[in-house]
Nanobody, 127 residues
Framework: QVQLVESGGGLVQAGGSLRLSCAAS????????VGWFRQAPGKEREFVAA????????YYADSVKGRFTISRDNAKNTVYLRMNSLKPEDTAVYYC????????????????????WGQGTQVTVSS
């Protein structure tokens, strides 16, 4: 089992940057594929980015491609989401999620495939 804690959210002006962190408990974090999702008020939770166990494979939603970067440091049990050129429409609660993954370079993009979720961190982008 793994527990996830997100941090790094906050209020930023449009065009600014933030780096979110997802810290995981447990010694086997390197066996989990990880994803970032977000949910704006009144909207469904949506996929943002995913990274494989090894970190060698990443995938992004079209809406964030070229602006966001997902990465991981398995030695620190942490996954990051670097967000640049933020827009007001990026405002949402951001969640990280983990899925046990036997394969090294497989990513997971569907919400229902993830077994573990953090509590979320609020990101607010002002115009």
């Amino acid at each position: 089992q793994v527990q996830l804690v997100e941090s790094g959210g906050g209020l930023v002006q449009a065009g600014g940057s933030l780096r979110l962190s997802c810290a995981a408990s447990g010694r086997t974090f390197s066996t989990y594929a990880v994803g970032w999702f977000r949910q704006a008020p009144g909207k469904e939770r949506e996929f943002v980015a995913a990274i494989s166990r090894s970190g060698g494979t990443t995938y992004y939603a079209d809406s964030v491609k070229g602006r966001f970067t997902i990465s991981r440091d398995n030695a620190k049990n942490t996954v990051y989401l670097r967000m640049n050129s933020l827009k007001p429409e990026d405002t949402a609660v951001y969640y990280c999620a983990a899925d046990f993954m036997p394969m090294l370079d497989t990513i997971v993009v569907r919400t229902y495939e993830y077994d573990y979720w953090g509590q979320g961190t609020q990101v607010t982008v002002s115009s």
